[in-house]
């Protein structure tokens, strides 16, 4: 079984501090992805990046940045944490395009900025 | 800004009835998908449809896919109390496969 893996479930975080969230996908996926989801929001794509070291904006980049140094782990930074960016994050991995396949998400860390 | 936008946002049935979803989208795709997701968790996959198809059948879903009105919808067929969850249609488009995901049907099946 395909396996993403977030590295907390849950998370409290002081504003300002600086905050690393952790994926890891055991499938040799080329394409990792960011979301945040909040309520009536759906999921918004923050970033993603379909092979090492490479990576494209979604559509709320501001205030994040993303790592990508080895296939499979794909890391979120919140440089400086704010309150808005208390939500539900969640990672995602799939293969490329020419498969056609679906997405494997990891079961997502509730992030509290406080 | 969101690629697909789901409708209605909120659904409630009786055990048994069938529950239409539907999807509108923007830009052309490779693929639409179906995700759900029970409270609190991560997404599960349950149906893609590619570009090239019209209707695909997996057990009781069934997913047509227009891409002249760039429309998708999911039908699930005697709904269970179990079959209670938020579903996401999400687009795969682009050369990189970027998957963006709409703002999600709640579904509540009551007994």
């Known amino acids: 079984d395909v396996k993403v893996t977030q590295s907390s479930r849950y998370l409290v975080k002081r504003t300002g501090e600086k905050v690393f969230l952790e994926c890891v996908q055991d499938m040799d996926h080329e394409n990792m992805f960011w979301y945040r989801q909040d309520p009536g929001l759906g999921l918004r794509l923050i970033y993603f990046s379909y092979d090492v070291k490479m990576k494209e904006k979604g559509d709320i980049p501001e205030g994040y940045s993303v790592s990508r140094e080895k296939k499979e782990r794909f890391s979120l930074i919140l440089e400086s944490a704010s309150t808005n960016q208390t939500s539900m994050y969640l990672c995602?991995?799939?293969?490329?395009?020419?498969?056609?396949?679906?997405?494997?998400f990891g079961q997502g860390t509730r992030l509290t900025v406080v | 800004s969101q690629q697909g936008e789901e409708d209605p946002q909120a659904l409630s049935i009786q055990e048994g009835e069938n529950a239409t979803m539907n999807c509108s989208y923007k830009?052309?795709?490779?693929?639409l998908q179906w995700y759900r997701q029970n409270s609190g968790r991560g997404l599960v996959h349950l149906i893609l449809?590619?570009?090239?198809?019209r209707e695909k059948h997996s057990g009781r879903l069934r997913v047509t896919l227009d891409t002249s009105k760039k429309s998708s919808s999911l039908l699930i067929t005697a709904s269970r109390a179990a079959d209670t969850a938020s579903y996401f249609c999400a687009t795969n488009t682009g050369t990189a496969s970027k998957l963006t995901f709409g703002t999600g049907t709640r579904l509540q099946v009551t007994l």
């Open positions: 995602a991995s799939s293969l490329p395009r020419s498969m056609n396949t679906e997405a494997f």
């Open positions: 830009t052309s795709i490779n693929n």
């Open positions: 449809i590619r570009s090239n198809e």
